[in-house]
């Protein structure tokens, strides 16, 4: 626990004098909270966790990619189809049994 006391004395001839005391940080443990040289280091086992994510996001891509060359360019009915279409059912010959 650091605490700081600033004592402000008034000299008589208007100068000021300001006092300050500061305690010695507390005495304790070399490695506070595990924090060593090492901390903050990965070890290999993190390594290997991290490029199996690499692999796993790489076949992610790799899938996405396909599954989006699949679709089509645009899932609106061209104009053609539509007019064939009416054009059957006006006349009867459509795929309705009859």
Same mark, same amino acid.
């Given at each position: 626990?650091?605490?700081?006391?600033?004592?402000?004395?008034?000299?008589?001839?208007?100068? *000021?004098?300001?006092?300050?005391?500061?305690?010695? /940080? !507390?005495?304790?443990?070399?490695? /506070? @909270? %595990?924090? %060593? $040289?090492?901390?903050?280091? #990965?070890?290999? =086992? %993190? &390594? *290997?966790? =991290?490029?199996? &994510?690499?692999?796993?996001?790489? &076949? *992610?891509?790799?899938?996405?990619?396909?599954?989006?060359?699949? *679709? /089509?360019?645009?899932?609106? $009915? !061209?104009?053609?189809?539509? #007019?064939?279409?009416?054009? $059957?059912?006006?006349?009867?010959? @459509?795929?309705? /049994?009859?």
């Amino acid at each position: 626990m650091t605490f700081t006391v600033d004592t402000v004395i008034a000299a008589p001839d208007a100068s *000021l004098y300001v006092a300050q005391t500061t305690p010695a /940080p !507390p005495a304790g443990p070399a490695d /506070p @909270g %595990g924090q %060593g $040289e090492d901390f903050g280091k #990965s070890s290999p =086992l %993190g &390594f *290997l966790i =991290l490029v199996l &994510f690499f692999v796993a996001v790489a &076949f *992610l891509i790799r899938s996405m990619t396909k599954h989006l060359k699949r *679709l /089509p360019a645009s899932f609106d $009915e !061209p104009v053609a189809d539509k #007019s064939a279409d009416a054009d $059957e059912a006006d006349s009867g010959t @459509g795929s309705k /049994p009859a």
